[in-house]
């Protein structure tokens, strides 16, 4: 029997504190992957008025101006207008950045050592991550997160073209939408908060937000007369970025992830090198849900796995249709298990993690940009024949 029920997830824009400390994380992160692919990195940013925090551990053979990668970073998401205090080029940076524990590094590298049960690569640290993926969008998405990235990228857009000019960096979207069952029928509300420049008017605000940015990014055949608007509810909003409110690294996990549909084990990615499971197995699990979902396993597919630090194999693999399933848990299970390796070492090479792709990421959540390895759908055809090859036949829905 089909409900309704309403669901919201928001989404930042790139000015967001906490965004521009992932993003100077990952810009960090790539800057050592593009000059050694072999870097272990876990880089940590806070953001405050006028001060850059960069800490954490790196170990790596690249050369890196850790002060002109922050600056470059800030840059280009549009910190550089005069007067401001959180300016690219005038940014009080402090480095604390040391190398990485031996303690760690051991259980990690493909290496034996005291104590340690393989000469395997391991994980880099104990936890679950989880991934997602549905039918209700193409992109095999939630359709409230996505909503809500596309509108901020909208405003992105918008900002960088400098029409209007009065937009500021920071921002945030929130949308609202109900399902009958799991059917998207309409867009309940929109909230966006956009930073402005002093003396523009709310009303003007508030026209541009709607008619330029919601009617020409929502489906319009999800939006109606009872579609409720908030535009900036506080009614001003021009100081805003670290000078209105402090940025830290990882603070963002479900605009990254799923938009609260599913669930999170609690590591955040950027800033993070692929050693770390944290982020590697999330896009892991993130890539086979969605080649389930895209080879009609089910219309929608939770995957949950967990590590054990400095030990190769995982040490539980879940799989939840949510009733949805074309074959049983179990099956899907086996079929994936014959497609797919979870190992770090291997999930490193299935989805070629050695490389600076990850400022790509950092933005409009980790499962949204179409070219990136674990987005792509090139597992169809081997689960379909894995899941043959055990002579399973489809459930009664």
């Known amino acids: 029997m089909s409900y309704r029920r309403q669901f919201s997830s928001e989404s930042v824009g790139e000015g967001h504190p906490d965004k521009v400390a992932d993003y100077i994380s990952d810009t960090v992160l790539d800057a050592c992957l593009e000059q050694d692919p072999q ?17 954490g551990e790196v170990t790596t053979k690249a050369k890196v101006d850790y002060d002109k990668i922050v600056r470059k970073a800030i840059r280009e998401i549009g910190y550089v207008r005069d007067g401001e205090p959180f300016h690219a080029d005038h940014v009080y940076i402090n ?9 760690i590094a051991q259980g990690v590298d493909a290496c034996g050592a005291q104590g340690k049960e393989t000469e395997e690569q391991g994980a880099g640290d104990q936890g679950i991550m989880f991934g997602y993926a549905c039918s209700e969008t193409p992109e095999l998405m939630p359709a409230p997160i996505i909503f809500a990235h596309k509108l901020a990228q909208a405003l992105a857009k918008a ?4 029409n209007p000019s009065w937009l500021g960096p920071d921002c945030k979207t929130l949308v609202a939408v109900s399902y009958e069952g799991d059917t998207v029928t309409h867009v309940d509300s929109v909230v966006i908060s956009t930073q402005h420049d002093e003396g523009v008017s709310l009303e003007e605000i508030r026209s541009f937000c709607i008619e330029e940015i919601i009617k020409k990014t929502l489906p319009s055949e999800l939006l109606s007369d009872e579609t409720q608007y908030l535009i900036n509810p506080t009614g001003k909003f021009v100081i805003g970025g670290p000078e209105g409110d402090a940025g830290l690294t990882g603070r963002k996990i479900i605009v990254d992830t799923y938009g ?3 669930h999170h084990g609690g590591g955040a990615f950027s800033g993070k090198d692929p050693s ?3 982020r590697s197995a999330a896009y892991m699990c993130r890539w086979v849900a969605k080649n389930l979902v895209a080879a009609g396993f089910a219309d929608k ?3 949950q796995i967990s590590y054990a630090i400095g030990y190769p194999e995982p040490t539980s693999i879940c799989v939840n249709t949510y009733g949805t399933g074309k074959y049983e848990e179990e099956a899907i299970l086996g079929a994936l298990n014959t497609v797919f390796s979870f190992k770090p070492a291997d999930i490193v090479t ?7 792709i990850y400022t790509k990421t950092t933005l409009y959540g980790h499962f949204t940009h179409q070219d990136l390895p674990w987005e792509q759908t ?5 689960l379909k024949k894995a899941i043959q090859s055990q002579n399973i036949a489809e459930t009664v829905q």
Request: proline letters at 4%; a neutral charge; glycine letters at 4%.
């Open 95 to 103: 480095n604390t950045m040391s190398q990485q524990s031996p303690d």
């Open 350 to 356: 299935q989805l070629n993690l050695l490389r600076p």
């Open 159 to 162: 900002r960088h073209s400098g």
């Open 301 to 303: 597919v939770e995957l």
């Open 276 to 278: 770390k499971v944290d």
């Open 39 to 55: 870097s272990r990195v876990a880089c940590e940013v806070l953001l405050k008025t006028n001060c850059v925090f960069i800490s």
């Open 378 to 382: 090139d597992k169809v055809d081997a």
């Open 260 to 262: 609260g549909a599913a």
